[in-house]
Structure formats: C-alpha cells, structure tokens
C-alpha cells in the first residue's frame, strides 16, 4: 500500500515538474521582450523655432528614461510605495506571499497580491492579469529569471518606462512631460510622489481627473518615505505644503494635421517605424504662422458661406467648399505653414498638395515674364479687342470660341501694366499670338508647368496644377527670378544624430531686373487691380488672382519681401461656386488677413521691396519688339 502511494505520489511529482518544465519552456520565447527591451517611441515634431508640433505614435505615447537620467528620489519613493524589499528579495517577497497566501485561503479565491516590482513587470509585459494559479507560477518562474539575468537598476528602468502613468502616458517621463510640463531632472518630491502613485490606479489618480485623489496619493508616498527615514522633517513638509500646476494636455498637440501627415505619408517608406521609433523631425514651418493661416482660411471660408446662405437660404452652391493655403519663406522654400482643408478632422485629403485645379488667371504673370523678358516693357501696349477662334471638337464639328473679359467691355489699346493689373482676358490673348503660342508653351514648360495643352487655352490657365506645385513656381516672382522648391522637413534626428538634413533646391529662371517689372505690376494689382482686397497698411504686397470658368476656382497668388502666401478655394466636387466667387473676392481677403496678423505678431518682417523700378521711367526708353503674328492651332477644349 504505501509502495503504490509512493509511486503515485512520484507520479503526480513528476507530471508536476513536467508542468512546471513545460511552462519555463514556454517562457524562454516571451523573457526576450523583456531583455532585451525595445519599446515603442513617440516620435516628435518641431517647427523651425523649437516648438512642439505634435507628438506622433501607435498605441503608447512614451519618451524613454534611461536609468541615469532618473532622479534617486524617484527610485526611492517607488521602491518605498510598491515594493520597500527591492533591493533584498530575488525577485519574489516570501514574506508578502506568505501573507497573502493566507488570505487567499480563508476566501478560497486569489484576493490579495504580494507582487514586487519585478512581478509588476513581467504582469505588465508578458502576462494577463487573470488571477489564476498558473498565472501566478508563470509570474514567479518570470521574475526569478528576469532577476538572473538583469541587474535592479536595468529592471527599475524597464518598469519606470513600461508602466502606464493615465491621461495616454506610458513611463515616468512622459507622464512628467504631460502633467507639469517638467523633464525629470526638474521634477520636487511632491510631482515625483504623485508620478510613482499613478500605476496602482491610473485613472482614478489621474490628476487632471481628481487632482484631490492624486494630491492624497502623492501625500501617501511622502509619508512612506519619511517612516522610512529616507527624508527628513524638512523634506516632508516642503513637500506636503506644495501644490503643483497641472496641465491637461492632449497626447498628440497637433498643431498643424495637415502638414504632419503629409510628412508622415512623404517618409514612411524610408522610415518604416517613423511612428514608433522615437524620431525628432524638425519642421520648416513657424507655429505663429500656421495659427494664422488656419484663421484666415477659416475666415475665408465663413466669408463665401455667409455670402452664399445671404443670396440663397434655400439652395446653397457651396456644401462642398473647401480650401487650401501654403505659406513659405521666399528665399529657401521653406514652408511656413500649410493646411490642405478648413478642418482635418472633418476632411483630411490634403488639396494644397495632391488637389489638381486649374489656376485661370494666376497663370498670366508668367506669360507677361515671358513678354518683358523678349524686350517688352511695363507700358507696352496691346490690343484689348475681340477675337474669333475656330476649332474642331471631338465629333470633328466646326466651333468657336469667342473669349470675352471679365467685365464684358473692350479697351482698344491697353498697356502690359494695366491689361495685366485689371486681369483683361483679351489683351493677354491677344499678347500670346504677337509672342506666339510655341513661344509661350515652351517658357510655361521651362518656368515648370507640366501636362499643358499645346493651344490658346493656356493662356486663361486652363490645365491643371496643385496649390503646392503653383507655389513652387511662384517663387521665380517672390525670389527674384530663382525658382526654389517648397519643403517640409528641415531635419531628421534619431537617437541625438542626424539622419537627414535638407537644403535648398533653386533655379535661376530669369533676372532680378526682370522680375523686378514684374513685381511692380503685381505691386499694383494689389493697390489698385483685382487684388485690391489684400491690401494691408505697413507692408508692400505683389500678386494676382485667378478665377477659372464658372467660379470654379478662386486664386490669389501673393508676396511680400520675403514670405509667398497661395490660395485656393472650391468645391470638392468640382461644382461652380456663385459667380461673385472671384479670386479677388474670396481668395484675396485671406491673404490679407494673413499678413495683417503676420506682422503684428513679427513687426521685425521686412515690409518694402528693394529696387523696384520707378512709375515706368526705367524700362520707358525699350521698344516693343516687332513680332509676327503666329497662327493659332486647333483646340479641342471647348469654354
């Protein structure tokens, strides 16, 4: 009898220890998450200044501590709170279990925990919490092993990182970063208190929840620390006595969507874990900046609106309205600010980068360069008189097209200032067939136009182009005749290193005297042409407007000394908007608004442009070259 109990009591042994062998064997695979420990980083973007822009993540929004830059107090009052024996015990507490073993017994269920620090761990990261007893061995087996294999300090760093802090921080330094705007090293005793009180109960404690609740907590900690005799008298009641700011902050502070997820989608190819790895991408854009430029397109759009409820409450023509706009500093390309819609969280297409519209009218400065550039001059004149083109449709039909100006009159004989300041469509068709349409197709083909009819429709802008794309080659205007390309990120860090840093990207297109004639003309349409409406007092402005048929799209393109502003408004689903929509009408008061609120914010911004030609006087002795007129090719668009 005893023989056959001794055997199955060895039998039952050794089905046990296999058990437990199975389980260590099973534990080998996950231990590794918790060696060799590779968390998920926020990645943090910063405009041109240093400012934060938004902090960018999957799932856990975390800065990494290393176990150095973790002030001692903060390692005492969490050892002193969670786990007094850390730096005894091999990584279970025997007294705790026996305590707790106890209790669970008289209740015949798991009620009372005995984890330390360790445990707390290898719950955190490699099991559930499930109060169960092969949990609970699995947890033993885990922190035995974790203790063999890393030292206190590189397991009170992985838990100080690891653990979930409230409010979507996970570790101590986010969680110091995000409730009191503190590194750690800036941290007193009475936020750090309050910090290593979080894990037990992260929502509850939440400070910006119940800052009463987490003041208590921190006070708890205090106390402990000063029975303890870890601080003294002082100490305590400094810190008690203290009552910290507490700021509630979003996990993300994105302050500009727009261009944050366009730099996301631009480098995810070639940083596959540019959301999780912990990058520092400093952007081109200014925060001031981009708060005003989403005001003035926000005031921009509510102007259309109200304009179009105001004419029909019935029937409005614009339940798709949206805009865009992109700010950048002339000189280098660098972008200001950008936003692609009026709210992100509503629409996040981007239109100023990936929405191809057609610019109508904007395209005019760049046929009157082409013309200044042959020899015309500002007082040049052209005729502003009707003409007649026949083309051939699809079907081979016989059509015409009989442009008309805006205002529907004829001027006879109009100089380049004044037919370009006015917009006239007749007197800048009329300029295209004396320059000659091979000409001008060519010269929009080098300025940087791409997929461009080869006929007269050219000539009112009607081919495609993205808000950022007319930006870029707005800039031979702004840049005195050096073309440069528009761009985001300044610079990419990773880990205190440089991966990436950007430069310029510039072509010289055509002479600062040259594009000085331009800017004078450009100068006055804002004084007194269809730009009028972005006129501010204390800063010289250059542009022009652009209105596409049928009210389509609305444009004004504009400069001053040193920063280019573009923009756009339509209707997403390519609807007209009402006629009164001009580019001068909706476009250009955003503009103005900008500039307005740009300065005042940096009255240091150069206001005057340099080396402007007087009223004419300095290009009145060139002659207009004597071209011959060029025959006009076939179109197939029809307007």
């Not at 856990?60 to 973790?70: G, L, Q, V």
């Not at 004989?413 to 197709?441: C, F, P, Q, W």
Request: charged share 20%; net charge neutral.
């Amino acid at each position: 009898m005893k023989r056959k109990l001794t055997i199955a009591m060895m039998s039952i042994g050794g089905i046990f220890l296999l058990w437990i062998l199975f389980i260590i064997n099973q534990i080998r695979i996950d231990i590794n998450k918790v060696v060799d420990y590779n968390p998920p980083l926020t990645t943090q973007f910063y405009d041109r200044n240093d400012k934060l822009v938004a902090n960018v993540f999957e799932g856990e929004h975390r800065f990494y501590a290393p176990f150095r830059s973790i002030p001692h107090q903060a390692i005492e009052s969490i050892v002193a709170i969670e786990d007094t024996n850390f730096f005894e015990h091999g990584g279970i507490n025997l007294e705790a279990i026996n305590r707790a073993i106890l209790k669970d017994v008289q209740h015949m269920s798991l009620v009372e925990g005995a984890s330390t620090l360790t445990q707390q761990l290898v719950k955190t990261m490699l099991l559930t919490r499930d109060k169960k007893f092969t949990r609970k061995l699995k947890e033993v087996v885990l922190s035995f092993q974790i203790e063999s294999l890393l030292t206190k300090e590189e397991i009170l760093e992985r838990y100080l990182n690891q653990v979930y802090f409230g409010h979507g921080y996970y570790g101590i330094r986010t969680a110091a970063l995000g409730y009191f705007h503190k590194d750690l090293n800036q941290l007193n005793l009475k936020e750090i208190a309050m910090l290593v009180g979080l894990p037990k109960a992260p929502s509850f404690y939440d400070p910006t929840k119940n800052i009463k609740f987490s003041i208590s907590r921190g006070n708890q900690v205090i106390t402990r620390l000063q029975t303890l005799g870890w601080i003294n008298e002082k100490q305590y009641n400094d810190a008690m006595n203290f009552v910290p700011t507490v700021y509630n902050d979003t996990a993300t502070q994105n302050k500009a969507p727009y261009v944050v997820d366009a730099v996301l989608k631009d480098l995810q190819t070639k940083y596959p874990d540019i959301r999780t790895g912990g990058y520092r991408i400093k952007l081109t854009i200014d925060v001031d900046a981009q708060k005003i430029a989403d005001d003035a397109l926000q005031f921009g759009y509510e102007g259309i609106r109200s304009r179009d409820q105001k004419l029909d409450t019935n029937k409005s023509t614009s339940q798709t309205l949206n805009g865009a706009i992109i700010v950048l500093d002339s000189a280098t390309g660098g972008i200001m600010a950008l936003s692609g819609g009026v709210d992100f969280a509503k629409s996040s297409y981007n239109r100023a980068i990936s929405a191809i519209r057609q610019p109508g009218s904007s395209v005019k400065p760049f046929i009157y360069q082409s013309a200044l550039d042959l020899g015309y001059t500002t007082q040049s004149e052209v005729a502003d008189i009707a003409r007649t083109f026949e083309y051939k449709s699809d079907n081979n039909e016989i059509k015409k097209w009989q442009p008309k100006n805006y205002e529907n009159n004829y001027k006879g004989l109009v100089t380049l200032r004044d037919a370009l300041v006015h917009s006239r469509n007749l007197a800048t068709i009329n300029l295209v067939m004396e320059i000659g349409l091979d000409k001008v197709y060519k010269d929009l083909h080098r300025y940087g136009f791409k997929d461009i009819p080869y006929d007269m429709s050219i000539t009112l802008g009607s081919f495609g182009v993205t808000p950022l794309k007319l930006s870029e080659l707005y800039t031979i205007f702004s840049n005195q005749g050096v073309k440069v390309t528009p761009y985001l990120v300044d610079s990419i860090e990773y880990k205190s290193k440089i991966l990436e840093k950007s430069q310029t990207n510039s072509e010289v297109i055509t002479s600062p005297s040259q594009v000085a004639k331009m800017t004078s003309i450009l100068k006055d349409v804002v004084g007194y042409g269809t730009g009028a409406g972005s006129a501010v007092d204390g800063i010289q402005l250059a542009g022009k407007t652009g209105t596409t048929n049928r009210n389509m799209d609305a444009w004004f393109c504009a400069y001053s000394p040193t920063i280019q502003t573009v923009v756009w408004f339509g209707n997403d689903d390519n609807k007209p908007m009402r006629i009164s929509e001009t580019g001068g009408r909706g476009a250009a008061p955003v503009v103005g608004y900008f500039y307005k609120n740009w300065i005042q914010v940096h009255p240091e911004t150069k206001r005057y442009f340099d080396n402007l030609p007087t009223e004419d006087g300095a290009d009145s002795n060139e002659t207009t070259p004597n071209l011959t007129e060029q025959p006009v090719l076939n179109t197939n668009v029809e307007f």
